[in-house]
């Protein structure tokens, strides 16, 4: 029933900055934990950074730590994921994800039920 649109990706310079949206409609995400995953043609879909529902509890990748920041309104059904200090590694289809069994933070694939269709991120040299 939840539909994630995410927004916000774009093309920029290393060292740069990007916010991505991620707009939930049809339902409430304000008890699902929330995650951004990423991926690259030919790449597995990977763990980016994952928040819990009151945005309360954090977890992010070691590749994005310090650099990227994730929060949420449920106010406005919205998850934002602040990313800092881009390098061209950062480059991917960034995604957002609804937890529907697990109000808490989670980084596992499995572990989401609803998916965004994603926002090109290309960062270069």
């Known amino acids: 029933q939840v539909q994630l649109v995410e927004s916000g990706g774009g093309f920029v310079q290393a060292g740069r900055s990007l916010r991505l949206s991620c707009v939930a409609s049809g339902g409430t995400i304000s008890n699902y934990g929330m995650a951004w995953f990423r991926q690259t043609p030919g790449k597995e879909r990977d763990f980016v950074a994952t928040?819990?529902?009151?945005?309360?509890?954090?977890y992010y990748a070691d590749t994005v730590k310090g650099r990227f920041t994730i929060s949420r309104d449920n106010a406005e059904n919205t998850v934002w994921l602040q990313m800092n200090g881009l390098k061209p590694e950062d480059t991917a289809v960034y995604y957002c994800?609804?937890?529907?069994?697990?109000?808490?933070?989670?980084?596992?694939?499995?572990?989401?039920?609803?998916w965004g269709r994603g926002t090109q991120v290309t960062v270069s040299s």
């Open positions: 928040i819990n529902w009151s945005g309360g509890a954090h």
């Open positions: 994800a609804a937890n529907k069994d697990w109000n808490g933070t989670g980084k596992l694939l499995r572990q989401y039920g609803y």
